[in-house]
């Protein structure tokens, strides 16, 4: 609905999708009907557009005219405005035929010298080809490039191990067709028809388990998509590339899996298979079977090991101190009047409610997505400073509420006209101050009319996630930017503070939407690819000892039928049970200790360059590595400990009656 070449001229306007618009007013007509956004800009709707798709990663479902915003707050988004940035306003330019991304940057080089004659920052610009934002996590991207390379390594581990496994099963199982491929080959069968034959049937299984596989995750992929807050589908029909390598995928499969056992079976020799001498010697050297035992204990320590990294650096941000409090603080958007004197009254009412300990004023928590960074002055010096600095809007409440430390000098006074200000430690060492004491008294100027005199230093506290370092901040009381309360409470009696909250907010703004949400909560947020990682991590992890366990299990299982009559003379000769144990124990203690060899190396490497996405971060101590290490060791022994110890307490009489 609406024209588009005059829906969005004109101030206090929007735009809104359909979904948006079907939930505020029904099926009633909603051009020209009003909404407020943020509970700070009421706008006329104007235009109703078509659901975006949910696979978009434009998740906005309303669009507000730029003359609006351009009203609302000059300082940021008139046309000659330099001082800052804001996340919500981005610029998207369509490049004319034949032009490329480089010769735009390139022509960027002079922008700044040119409407920014008289600053002394560096600037270099740079265009973000919309078609690499949905892998760049800093432009609200699914999910980083890296993190979907990792993903599909572990798949492909996933496959090689499932191979081995047939491999290896299917070598051990091998001498019970010795007959079978003794009268093949004697009634005229060649080797190489003996192997087609082979790889047919590898191939019919593959087809069966891929077949299996698609129904499997057709009828998963809801709750995965619940539990990893996705939308993926599986439409064979439509997706083409899908078509495409599932069939390829089962080929590959089958020949991974399938030419080395073709090959041992094919190549038996016809009158040693009929006579039935064929041992475990037969089929292939030894040495490749351990290979492939090393391989999937190889696999099974690199998984384990990222999951017990991801775990303990998840666990880090959690429990690390950030400098500030988190807990029991819940964040309400304010009304649209934030600078006037009702929401000075409100503050008061919340902090009045029994269980409440503290309210502040606030543009954000100390820890936020929603930044406000800007260049500084600092007290005489004639040029800015070369460094952006994050600017806090908060009232005389905001460092209490929050627990902030001061090291130096007060927090400043209340009062809403009151030019004062608190910066943290980080900006004291970027002005190369000696001491936090010296600050004290300087003015700070930002936005190139307010003048704030420095009155405390405060102990430096994490502001955004553990992924960046601490910024330069600067704590003022700038009322116009009040945009949250921030309520400190006392847990205990969160179940009569939270309904007190909505009663009071909707008394005092009756026509605002009530919206809360808890501090943690919000920086939890920070680390969300982190936590879908994990979640992946261990699902991966778990199939993989899972499928790890099953081939161990058989290949121990035809070890024991093999050396059965050879356990039953050790028994008699006097061995004891710890000794035959020790037979199957050294000989994967021996490949446990080679894939721990082979695969710590390589752990250390991958863990190491994924920590660097962090700047604060846990160090890869050798525990880590000791305790992947008893982790598989504990598998292997609980794999192979039954069919060990059943063939150790075995009654040898038994297996030595055929003798």
Same mark, same amino acid.
């Given at each position: ?10 101030? /206090? ?10 939930? #505020? ?29 949910? =696979?978009?990663?434009?998740? !906005? ?6 003359? $609006? ?67 760049? !996590? ?52 060649? +080797? ?25 995750? $057709? ?40 030419? #080395? ?48 990294? %991801? ?5 880090? $941000? ?24 009702? $929401? ?30 800007? %260049?500084? +002055? ?66 700070? =100027? ?30 003022? =009381? ?5 945009? !949250?309360?921030?309520?400190?409470? /006392? ?70 039928? /093999? ?38 190396? !390589? ?57």
């Amino acid at each position: 609905h609406g024209d588009k070449n005059t829906m969005l001229t004109e101030p /206090n306007t929007a735009i809104v999708t359909e979904r948006i618009a079907h939930k #505020y007013f029904g099926n009633e007509e909603p051009i020209g009907k009003t909404i407020w956004f943020d509970n700070r800009l009421e706008c006329r709707i104007t235009g109703v557009l078509k659901d975006l798709p949910v =696979n978009t990663d434009e998740k !906005a479902n309303i669009f507000i005219s730029w003359p $609006t915003i351009r009203g609302f707050n000059s300082w940021i988004a008139s046309d000659g405005a330099w001082n800052g940035m804001e996340s919500e306003l981005q610029c998207f330019t369509r490049l004319r035929p034949g032009v490329n991304q480089a010769t735009v940057e390139k022509a960027l080089v002079g922008f700044a010298a040119k409407y920014r004659p008289k600053n002394k920052n560096v600037h270099v610009y740079k265009l973000q080809p919309l078609s690499e934002v949905h892998f760049d !996590a800093r432009y609200g991207g699914a999910m980083e490039k890296s993190n979907l390379w990792i993903i599909s390594i572990i798949g492909v581990f996933l496959i090689i191990t499932a191979c081995v496994n047939f491999i290896n099963l299917a070598t051990a199982q091998a001498l019970r067709r010795s007959k079978e491929v003794g009268i093949r080959r004697v009634l005229g069968s060649l +080797k190489g028809q003996l192997f087609w034959q082979f790889i047919a049937e590898t191939g019919v299984i593959t087809l069966l388990a891929a077949s299996l596989a698609v129904v499997l995750a $057709t009828l998963i992929l809801p709750t995965f998509n619940d539990w990893f807050h996705a939308s993926m589908s599986i439409e064979l029909t439509k997706d083409g590339l899908l078509l495409l390598f599932i069939p390829l995928l089962i080929v590959l499969v089958t020949f991974l899996a399938g030419a #080395y056992p073709g090959l041992i079976l094919s190549g038996f020799r016809p009158a040693t298979a009929l006579k039935g001498r064929l041992s475990i010697q037969h089929l292939g050297s030894f040495n490749i079977r351990r290979a492939l035992i090393v391989t999937q204990f190889t696999i099974s320590f690199l998984l384990i090991m990222g999951m017990l990294v %991801i775990t303990r650096q998840m666990q880090y $941000t959690r429990q690390k101190d950030l400098g500030f409090d988190k807990d029991a603080i819940v964040m309400l958007p304010l009304g649209a009047d934030s600078a006037g004197l009702a $929401t000075k009254t409100a503050a008061q009412r919340l902090a009045a409610i029994p269980g409440v300990e503290k309210v502040t004023r606030c543009y954000a928590a100390p820890s936020s997505d929603n930044t406000w960074g800007t %260049i500084i +002055k600092f007290d005489t010096r004639s040029e800015a400073e070369v460094f952006r600095t994050s600017i806090k809007a908060g009232d005389d409440q905001y460092i209490p509420t929050f627990g902030l430390h001061l090291v130096a000098g007060r927090n400043f006074f209340p009062g809403d006209s009151t030019r004062e200000c608190v910066v943290n430690e980080t900006l004291v060492k970027k002005l190369q101050l000696r001491s936090p004491e010296e600050a004290l008294g300087k003015n700070i =100027n930002f936005n190139g009319e307010t003048n704030v005199m420095i009155v405390g230093v405060a102990k430096d506290f994490h502001d955004r996630s553990l992924h960046e370092d601490i910024t330069p901040i600067c704590i003022t =009381n700038y009322t116009s930017q009040y945009m !949250a309360y921030a309520v400190k409470m /006392n847990m205990k009696n969160i179940r009569t503070v939270m309904p007190a909250l909505e009663k009071t907010w909707n008394s005092a703004f009756p026509s605002k939407l009530y919206e809360y949400q808890f501090l943690d909560d919000s920086i939890a947020g920070f680390y969300e690819q982190e936590s879908t990682m994990l979640k992946l991590v261990r699902v991966f992890s778990f199939l993989a000892i899972f499928i790890g366990c099953l081939g161990l299990y058989g290949l121990v299982a035809f070890m024991v039928a /093999n050396k059965t009559k050879e356990i039953g003379i050790r028994k008699v000769l006097g061995s004891s049970v710890a000794e035959i144990l020790w037979i199957f124990g050294k000989e994967f203690s021996r490949l446990i200790v080679i894939a721990f060899l082979i695969a710590a190396p !390589a752990t250390w490497f991958l863990m190491d360059r994924w920590l660097r996405n962090f700047k604060y971060h846990i160090s890869l101590g050798p525990w880590l590595f000791v305790l992947g290490l008893l982790i598989i060791a504990g598998i292997a022994a609980c794999t192979i400990g039954y069919q060990s110890i059943r063939a150790a307490l075995a009654n040898p009489v038994k297996s030595l009656r055929t003798e």
